[in-house]
């Protein structure tokens, strides 16, 4: 062997910088290299008829479509529906799950009056409801809004009562030993300690809220994404479908990245979250 010591040679894992595929200076813009690729792709399979674009419009056409939706003004009008039907949905539901989960997490009388009426509930296919939605609140706003709020509460109610169960009993002895009472309790050590698991809980519940509309949206809707993309089944625009799928992607990461940014400022004592910044 040479002089150099095997303690000085570089990790396998961490290769040279001129025989790396993507150097590190690129950073995030890595993660859309596959995603480009697969687009052009499929670009090339449509222009090559490999692709039939009846069945499958391609990415050109998605885009030309996406701008006639935007430049008439008609994707900016089912968008604002659709979003006051899931703001409205789950404030809905973060104001029925947030007390519940409150009050079954903090008491067993209160766990012993709701949560098994709720896991109950839980177990029942919320989009089975919708007959009965329908029969009870009729087909307008009040459906739609209703199975946003219904698959919304659930991930909150969960969640939430998880988390507050969850709390680290030494904290709470500490706590005690501090001379802490039972709100000081509360609001010092179980509210901060369910918190992180809470917001979980509603990135999960803002999916299913999409998930939700998606479906509502299907019932006699007169505007919205997806009645716009129910209406262009109907005439084979699978342009105008893929650009409500793609608006409905784009949505719910955007939900997502609003929740982690509450996150950051929420969590900001928590040492994970210090380390990142």
Known sequence: MSGQSLAGAAPLGDAPSRFRLFPRRLGAARRFVA???LVLLWQLAAQAGLVSTRLLASPAAIATAAWQLIASGELAYH???SLRRVAIGLAIALG???PLGLLAGLSRLGEDLVDATLQMLRALPFLALVPLLILWLGIGEATKIALVALGAAFPIYLTLFGGIRGVDPKLLEAGRVFGLSRAGLIRHI?????LPQALVGLRYALGTAWLSLVVGEQINATAGIGYLVM????FLRTDIILVGLLVYALLGLGADQLVRFIEKAALAWRPSVLGER
């Open 35 to 37: 995603p480009v690729v």
């Open 79 to 81: 968008l604002a529906v």
């Open 96 to 98: 029925f799950a947030v």
């Open 190 to 194: 179980v509210l901060p300690g369910a």
């Open 231 to 234: 209406d262009a089944r109907e």
